[in-house]
């Protein structure tokens, strides 16, 4: 009986942490379309204050996707809870890696510009690939913002993608400072907070 309740404790505990880092990541990945919903939307503003009709057209399309983001990030928290209680069935689609790269980069920057840097994409050919697309797209979003924020201003950051036999592959790579082994091996342990400056503090 004493065993039982080590257990249930040991599994409630391992349960609250997943839960409050989840809503932590959730929270990280909602920000960075939020904060591309604002900056577009203000250069949406002086835009058409002064009447320049491609710029309109360019911020008014970033919006619309970052809002898109949001919305999309919140229904995976409703997506979330039916994986917890066991009701949810792994549906993947069929989607152009292409456009899931140039869209993850649309979002991203106003970041980037931000810091100076200058984003680049490598895909492969035309792949097409069989993902939930909100899923790696929110996985590409959060690597490039985090390397955006350990690259110096100036720097270059790149998102590749590549199809070897039946697997698809995708790099983020940067010029920035890197990570150390520390902090490598806290990466995906939920018990262990991890942060570090950025090279803009």
């Known amino acids: 009986f004493q065993n039982n309740i080590s257990e249930l404790n040991k599994k409630v505990m391992k349960d609250t942490i997943e839960k409050d880092k989840f809503y932590s990541i959730v929270s990280h990945d909602i920000m960075n379309p939020f904060n591309a919903l604002l900056g577009f939307s203000k250069i949406l503003k002086d835009a058409v204050r002064e009447g320049d009709q491609k710029e309109i057209e360019e911020c ?3 919006v619309h996707q ?24 792994f549906s ?49 979003q959060n690597l490039t913002t985090n390397a955006i924020k350990f690259t110096e201003r100036g720097g270059e950051v790149t998102i590749s993608a590549f199809s070897e036999s039946d697997k698809l592959n995708f790099i983020v790579s940067d010029t920035g400072l890197g990570i150390n082994e520390e902090q490598l091996q806290k990466l995906f342990k939920l018990d262990k907070a991890s942060s570090s400056r950025g090279t803009d503090d």
Request: hydrophobic fraction near 40%.
């Open 66 to 89: 970052s809002a898109n983001r949001i919305s999309n990030l919140l229904q995976n928290l409703l997506v979330w809870s039916r994986v917890q209680n066991g009701k949810l069935q």
């Open 92 to 140: 993947p689609q069929s989607c152009s890696i292409n456009q899931l790269v140039s869209e993850t980069i649309a979002i991203i920057t106003p970041i980037a510009k931000n810091k100076d840097i200058k984003l680049k994409w490598d895909v492969n050919g035309e792949i097409t690939a069989d993902i939930d697309k909100n899923m790696i797209g929110s996985v590409l």
């Open 60 to 62: 008014s399309t970033i």
